[in-house]
Each structure stands twice: as C-alpha cells, then as structure tokens.
C-alpha cells in the first residue's frame, strides 16, 4: 500500500524515523532539569516530547512507559488510543482528534498502563509527552512478555493483531 502524500511529506519535513513500537517519531524537546522519579529509576528529564505520525495500516503497538504520558493531536484523521491497566485486564477506548462530540484533542496514559494506537484514515500527527521524561530504559514491549502477551490476548481477542 503506497503511503499517503501528506504522510510522506510530514515524515520529510518533520524529520521523522521509524519507532520500534511502529509508526515514525522525532524527539522535539527534552529538558535540562533533572528528576528523580518516586520508583527505583535514576535521574530523568523532567519532561520530553516527541512528534508521532501513523500512517494508515500502522499500529502503535501495545507498550508501556514507567511515566505519564499526554498525547495531543495535530492533524490528519482520528486516532483510536487504546488503554489497559497494568494487568491486562480492563480496556478503554479514547477518540484523539478535533474537538468534537466524539473526540478530544488531547489524553493522558498513567505510567505503566498499557497502550496502543492506530490511526482511523490516511494518517494522524500527534505529540506525546512523557514526564518524567521519557527513556527506552522505560519503555516495554507487550510482545516482550509471553505471559502477560497472552493474557491480552485471552482477555481482549481483538487487541491480537496490534500485539
């Protein structure tokens, strides 16, 4: 499937590169000032923000970050962002895009809730910000644990495919 011109164009100019969690991300901002988080984590920037583009048929596949996280939307069709807690268990479904009966422009994941993400046309911009700042020591893929992996699976058989 050939991507969408307005896609391809913002991964251009926005200088966007392929996220292991799929979709293309640039890091716009990370802070100097450093904080330590309330867990067994080192130092962190206080705050970090990327842009996040998923192009149509990309998934943001289910993860976790051991931060908070607010997406916000900018441009293109809505964003489904899926949510579950910590075990798997309950899921929720959030519409990110303009302000709208349905929808909202921006949405928050507490730490280490799963989540996933997929865009509902050609594409979705977005920015995500992660506070404490975000690192990939803190990050996690649900693929990455078998046991849990499969209690999604059972739990949410629909979710399979974005795993």
């Not at 996040?52 to 964003?79: K, T």
């Not at 996933?116 to 700042?133: D, K, N, Q």
């Not at 020591?137 to 399979?160: G, I, K, S, V, Y």
């Amino acid at each position: 499937m050939e991507m969408n011109a307005r896609a391809a164009q913002l991964i251009a100019d926005l200088d966007l590169n392929p996220h292991p969690e799929g979709g293309h991300y640039r890091r716009m901002f990370r802070s100097e000032a450093l904080v330590r988080p309330d867990d067994d984590r080192t130092g962190r920037a206080a705050l970090t923000s990327v842009y996040y583009l998923l192009a149509s048929g990309e998934v943001s596949r289910w993860h976790r970050v051991a931060s908070d996280e607010v997406w916000h939307f900018y441009e293109g069709a809505p964003l489904v962002l899926y949510r579950a807690d910590p075990n798997c268990g309950e899921l929720s479904r959030v519409l990110l895009g303009p302000v709208a009966a349905d929808a909202q422009p921006v949405s928050a994941v507490p730490r280490n809730h799963w989540q996933a993400a997929r865009s509902t046309g050609a594409y979705t911009l977005v920015g995500c910000t992660v506070g404490p700042g975000f690192d990939f020591n803190d990050f996690t893929l649900l693929r990455d644990l078998p046991e849990q992996a499969e209690r999604m699976r059972n739990a949410h058989p629909e979710m399979a495919p974005m795993l």
